[in-house]
């Protein structure tokens, strides 16, 4: 008996949320830049004609995903009024939360965040609006400095240290790789960033 249209449609839908899903989690661990169409259809395991029936091109794929990411992925706004440290610890609870959280694609769009910085073609102006969190954070760091709330140090490397911490976290909530992995809490990480009390 064939397939009624509303069927189908359906079919499709799932087809081209899986080509989606799977982009998401390619461009958030490899980057957008190492990222081709070819590795998205293995990826989705579809022919590359599938592909192009839902999309013209990788960008176009990127551009739809980047409707789907929300205003309230991060308190950015929030953050950004925020004194120094507690601004850069509202971002940080909003990031180790999500890692708490069952899987979704919240935590590829927060990858996505912290690897803004070293994507070249997400630096585009077409693409720099949606990727506040590394430069508020960024700017949150040398805000607590000043604070004397924050360890002394460049901030860009205190950023990257950080970055890298988060980065892998997130990479093991999205890959699964260990089961047992005990995820960081803010607090760890406050520890980490706090200036270190005066004797």
């Known amino acids: 008996m064939p397939k009624r249209p509303e069927q189908n449609k359906a079919i499709q839908e799932k087809r081209r949320q899986d080509i989606k899903d799977k982009a998401l989690r390619l461009f958030a ?8 169409v070819d590795d998205i259809c ?11 029936h839902y999309y013209a091109s990788r960008e176009e794929l990127f551009s739809d995903l980047l409707k789907d990411m929300g205003d309230d992925l991060l308190p ?3 953050a950004k009024s925020e004194p120094g440290f507690s ?9 180790t939360s999500s890692l708490q959280e069952k899987l ?11 690897n803004f910085h070293k994507q070249r073609e997400l630096q585009k102006a077409v693409y720099k609006k949606h990727f506040g969190l590394y430069q508020i954070m960024k700017e949150k760091i040398k805000e607590g400095q000043k604070e004397g709330a924050l360890i002394a140090g460049d901030p ?3 950023l990257e ?4 911490l988060l980065r892998g976290q997130l990479i093991t909530k999205i890959e699964a790789k260990e089961k047992g992995f005990k995820y960081l809490s803010e607090d760890v990480l406050e ?9």
């Open 87 to 95: 601004g850069l610890r509202l971002l940080l609870v909003q990031i």
């Open 161 to 164: 240290s950080l970055a890298m």
């Open 29 to 36: 661990i490899q980057g957008f830049d190492e990222i081709s």
């Open 42 to 52: 293995k990826a989705a395991k579809c022919a590359h004609g599938l592909f192009y």
């Open 76 to 78: 950015l706004t929030e």
């Open 156 to 158: 860009e490397e205190i």
């Open 191 to 199: 520890l980490m960033i706090q200036k270190s009390a005066q004797f």
């Open 104 to 114: 979704t694609n919240k935590q590829s769009y927060l990858l996505l965040h912290l």
